[in-house]
């Protein structure tokens, strides 16, 4: 069987990473791009009537939504589109490792057809927590060097983005395409 790589970029990086605003400056730009899982996920049942205490309590089930979330996704989206992904599955193997989940079956079988033409690793910004961002400084950076290595370990080419401003970082992103 071959497999195409689809023309898709990741963002990725611990929480404060500055993704999501990257990805808004790219959309902003005319790209097409997808939206943050976790937070969608948080959104979502809160209009259930759950609180996002209550969806964080049980890990599991969050992060093996998010993560159902992300194959959707992916299996919607067109190959041949470029596209600039607000994280992707290997982002779900981190988190669960991060949490000491077992990835369930369906997530590992996803990740192992996954292709990105490129995943662009952002450096941390200072924390900044929010409804949806619980962690502390030490849970970002380990998170960080879990989602490293998650992408490292499944050979995708990983650019690692400094600290720039904003538009700056969108600068350094697609001049690296």
Known sequence: MLIVTANWYVLT?????????????????????TIEHARHYLD???????????????????QHGIARMHIDQERALDPRDTVFL??????SIAYCRF???DPDSEL?????KATYKKVFLLDLLPLHADYARIEDSAAQLKIHSLLANA???????????PVLPPEQRVDYILRNL
């Open 13 to 33: 990086g611990g929480p404060s990473a500055g993704k999501t605003t990257t990805v808004n400056l790219l959309a902003s730009r005319g790209y097409k791009t």
């Open 44 to 62: 979502t049942t809160a209009i259930n009537g759950r609180t996002v205490e209550e969806v964080r309590s049980n890990q599991k089930e969050f």
């Open 86 to 91: 607000d994280r992707a599955l290997p982002d």
């Open 99 to 101: 949490l000491g989940i």
């Open 108 to 112: 590992l079988d996803a990740v192992k």
């Open 151 to 161: 992408y490292e370990e499944l050979n995708f080419q990983i650019v690692r983005v």
